[in-house]
């Protein structure tokens, strides 16, 4: 930054930026695109080249007018200028004073606008308050440059080094990043110096609070991250060794049992997809873990299923069915009576989708005897599935079967009728 007093001229040309805004005191590198600003810094030939840096309303206008600028800006002088290979230009520019538009001289082939120099308006109050005011924005300030990895930590002693309560905290409003172009154009504008800091400590405050949140989150985070890289490559790490000397533990061991009882149980596509992904999750937890016993379990049940076991024959003899009913049941007869209706019905439509009988009553009343002679009845064994509300009795031992044997809870039991044959639409025999 320059030392020495600079001659502000009552007429200036004024450079429109997008999405920037200049603070006095502050160095500011720009790109100049347009044909007018272009015109406007070939036209600079003293020695003092000073313009006026003003900021716009909405940055997508592209041939801003007065409407469109902003009345206050900056006084500034172009200390460089880069041509580039696209007739672009890159400049650098360093504020002084803050100005404000009075009148618009020229608007062709650039802006030229008469001005009106601000000056700061100090404090009227007693020293101590804003003094301390002055250092709670010094120590905010820190505060964020310390928990910002963006900002250098060189800041902070430069900010400590300044006596102008004014160039504090212009120089505050240009370096703070989370500041949007609204608030630095509202700070530019604001004349009072205590004003100025008062709405600076509290943007500070607000910023201090979201990086220490900001922080603490990444903390965990990586501390997490961290835990479970190393229990990683400490896992990999005895595989390995395991491998090498050709030794698996016990939890390894088991993982490739259920992997080949996954292979021969001769499951369904689907199924066996949802085994296989089911296995690596199990894989990668920990024994001790809550969910590993239940994963493990439904996996052991997947797997005891009989997927691809049949017996019997697919030809059902109803006849030789009401001689087995008879013989291993007296009395019964509206139950034997709808099992038979259902076995001709199955002999007459083999590939029948949907019912199933469904027999429902306390114990002792021959449920599960029922199913055992259905089963002797048509050369099949039996198998008993046990579920979360109790023991169901299944007969048949084709896959369908197995998938569709379940409670049914849409129907109770009485005296007058000890056996269900409604037919659940949630389930399909086999």
């Not at 229990?231 to 049992?257: P, S, V």
């Not at 259920?258 to 596509?269: C, D, S, V």
């Not at 199990?282 to 049940?301: F, G, H, I, N």
């Amino acid at each position: 930054m320059t030392d020495r007093r600079i001659h502000v001229p009552e007429d200036l040309a004024v450079l429109p930026v997008r999405d920037t805004v200049l603070f006095p005191q502050a160095v500011l590198p720009l790109t100049v695109g347009r044909e007018s600003s272009v015109a406007l810094i070939n036209s600079l030939a003293s020695e003092e080249k000073v313009i006026a840096i003003v900021a716009q309303r909405d940055p997508r206008v592209e041939a801003p007018g007065p409407t469109d600028l902003f009345s206050t800006g900056t006084a500034a002088m172009v200390h460089k200028v880069i041509r580039m290979p696209n007739n672009n230009l890159f400049i650098f520019v360093e504020g002084f004073e803050r100005v404000r538009i009075r009148e618009f001289l020229q608007f062709e082939p650039f802006i030229r606008a008469r001005m009106e120099k601000l000056a700061d308006v100090p404090p009227g109050e007693s020293a101590a308050p804003f003094e301390a005011l002055v250092r709670n924005v010094q120590q905010l300030f820190q505060e964020v440059v310390s928990l910002t990895p963006q900002l250098s930590d060189d800041l902070q002693t430069v900010v400590l080094n300044m006596d102008d309560p004014g160039l504090l905290a212009d120089f505050v409003a240009s370096t703070l990043p989370s500041l949007s172009t609204t608030l630095r154009q509202e700070l530019l504008e604001t004349l009072e110096v205590k004003t100025r800091l008062e709405r600076l400590h509290r943007e500070l405050s607000k910023e201090v609070e979201v990086l220490q949140l900001r922080s603490k989150l990444q903390s965990q985070v990586q501390d997490q991250v961290n835990q479970n890289q190393r229990e990683y490559f400490l896992r990999e790490q005895m595989k390995a060794i395991q491998k090498e000397l050709g030794e698996l533990d016990d939890t390894q061991r088991e993982m490739e049992e259920l992997r080949q009882k996954i292979e021969e149980a001769g499951m369904p596509e689907e199924v066996k997809k949802e085994a296989q992904r089911e296995l690596k999750r199990l894989e990668k937890m920990s024994p001790a873990a809550a969910e590993y016993m239940v994963a493990r379990t439904y996996l052991d049940w997947l797997v005891a299923v009989p997927w691809s076991k049949s017996t019997g024959s697919a030809d059902i003899d109803v006849a030789n069915a009401r001689l087995v009913l008879d013989e291993d049941h007296y009395d019964l007869e509206k139950v034997k009576e709808r099992i038979l209706d259902y076995l001709a019905v199955k002999k007459l439509q083999p590939a029948m989708k949907g019912p199933i009988l469904c027999f429902v009553g306390p114990p002792g009343v021959g449920k599960t005897s029922l199913g055992r002679s259905i089963a002797r009845a048509m050369g099949r064994a039996h198998y008993r599935f046990w579920h979360n509300t109790g023991t169901i009795g299944a007969f048949g031992a084709c896959a369908a079967a197995a998938r569709a044997a379940r409670s049914c809870w849409s129907c109770r039991w009485s005296s007058a009728a000890p056996w269900c044959s409604s037919s659940c639409t949630s389930a399909s025999a086999g």
